[in-house]
């Protein structure tokens, strides 16, 4: 069982306790359909991957948080957010292609599973692109998408043919992580503005407004 799915276990298990419950409002879903979500995630990384010519899509990794994206696109208060949402995901995929410059090719000589820190990164880049907790959400799942469409598009056209795994192995790991990762981090964000305004208002004075 790898971290991504170790995850969704967890996050399935909060949302069934009830703990998730102001995100998901915000994100426009209830805990069924979280539930179910994670419920898919979870079993379509196991399921056989669909081919399409020189592509490989995996369900839980990519056919799942695809669709989710989508729904939430659809579900964004305006077409400002919307826009916010796409530009975010370009801005996170070029991150993560910029990041992946940085670190050798092979991962063996890296201390540490360097598919993590990518997680870590969009999700964070995600956050601070993303408008809102659901803008947030898809910069963070597509952002790591298309990052991967782009480096298989630059492999073959460099010449070197090779398959196009898409939500595969480690990068389903990675899409978890960036999406859960700028969620939480943009709902922290907005809890930590909310107090502080609560905190900036003054205190209405003992009998204030009695006759």
């Given at each position: 069982m790898t971290i991504g799915q170790i995850v969704i276990l967890i996050v399935g298990a909060l949302v069934a306790f009830g703990v998730c419950q102001r995100v998901l409002d915000k994100m426009r879903l209830t805990d069924?359909?979280?539930?179910?979500?994670?419920?898919?995630?979870?079993?379509?990384?196991?399921?056989?991957?669909?081919?399409?010519?020189?592509?490989?899509?995996?369900?839980?990794?990519?056919?799942?948080?695809?669709?989710?994206?989508?729904?939430?696109?659809?579900?964004?208060?305006?077409?400002?957010?919307?826009?916010?949402?796409?530009?975010?995901?370009?801005?996170?995929?070029?991150?993560?292609?910029?990041?992946?410059?940085?670190?050798?090719?092979?991962?063996?000589?890296?201390?540490?599973?360097?598919?993590?820190?990518?997680?870590?990164?969009?999700?964070?880049?995600?956050c601070m692109a993303g408008r809102s907790r659901r803008a947030a959400f898809i910069a963070g799942a597509m952002g790591v998408l298309l990052a991967d469409i782009a480096e298989g598009a630059l492999v073959n056209a460099s010449g070197v043919s090779q398959s196009l795994v898409l939500g595969g192995a480690g990068a389903m790991d990675v899409i978890v992580i960036s999406a859960l990762t700028a969620v939480l981090l943009k709902e922290l964000a907005g809890e930590f503005m909310e107090r502080c305004v609560r905190g900036a208002k003054p205190a209405k004075k003992e009998g204030a407004g009695r006759k």
């Open positions: 069924r359909q979280a539930l179910l979500i994670a419920l898919f995630i979870f079993v379509g990384g196991f399921l056989p991957e669909i081919s399409i010519g020189n592509v490989k899509i995996n369900i839980g990794g990519a056919v799942v948080p695809l669709v989710l994206c989508a729904y939430l696109f659809i579900k964004a208060d305006s077409g400002y957010e919307r826009m916010r949402a796409f530009t975010a995901s370009l801005v996170t995929a070029a991150s993560v292609i910029a990041l992946g410059r940085l670190f050798p090719d092979e991962p063996d000589r890296m201390p540490f599973d360097v598919n993590y820190l990518y997680g870590l990164a969009a999700g964070i880049i995600a």
